[in-house]
């Protein structure tokens, strides 16, 4: 961390940052345009900057973020955290669209379970039935 003069990558950076599991996976997400740099769509090569505004979609979420800091290695969760800051209204939403996700959930399948002997029966008496 601190490596303020050195240029880093945004798969690079994301990756370190842990919003990713792979780099490759950081490159696919700025290619397919799900990340944004100050409004803008970058490539995988755009180098990051401290103060930089990133907008991150993943799934349903999207982080808003602004660059504290820039690291070229992965640590750990809380040493990665420590490079970014999430904005209050990006915290807000994401928490709003985690409460309605949970209420929205689909109900249970409730399964009795394999058909016994007797339903497997019912069932071939009733498939095999000629019209």
Same mark, same amino acid.
Not at 19 to 46: C, H, M, W, Y
């Given at each position: 961390?601190?490596?303020?003069?050195?240029?880093?990558?945004?798969?690079?950076?994301?990756?370190?940052?842990?919003?990713?599991?792979?780099?490759?996976?950081?490159?696919?997400?700025?290619?397919?345009?799900?990340?944004?740099?100050?409004?803008?769509?970058?490539?995988?090569?755009?180098?990051?900057?401290?103060? %930089?505004?990133?907008?991150?979609?993943?799934?349903?979420?999207?982080?808003?973020?602004?660059?504290?800091?820039?690291?070229?290695?992965?640590?750990?969760?809380?040493?990665?955290?420590?490079?970014?800051?999430?904005?209050?209204?990006?915290?807000?939403?994401?928490?709003?669209?985690?409460?309605?996700?949970?209420?929205?959930?689909?109900?249970?399948? %409730?399964?009795?379970?394999?058909?016994?002997?007797? %339903?497997?029966?019912?069932?071939?008496?009733?498939?095999?039935?000629?019209?």
């Amino acid at each position: 961390m601190g490596e303020q003069d050195e240029p880093i990558r945004i798969d690079k950076w994301l990756w370190a940052a842990r919003f990713f599991k792979t780099r490759s996976l950081a490159a696919e997400s700025v290619s397919g345009g799900k990340i944004q740099i100050n409004g803008d769509r970058p490539k995988p090569s755009r180098v990051v900057r401290v103060g %930089d505004r990133l907008t991150i979609r993943r799934g349903p979420y999207e982080w808003t973020i602004i660059v504290k800091d820039v690291s070229c290695i992965r640590g750990p969760a809380p040493q990665a955290q420590q490079l970014y800051e999430e904005t209050v209204e990006s915290l807000a939403k994401r928490a709003a669209l985690a409460a309605q996700m949970k209420l929205d959930h689909a109900p249970d399948y %409730d399964s009795a379970g394999r058909p016994s002997k007797k %339903d497997r029966r019912a069932i071939r008496r009733f498939t095999k039935r000629t019209w």
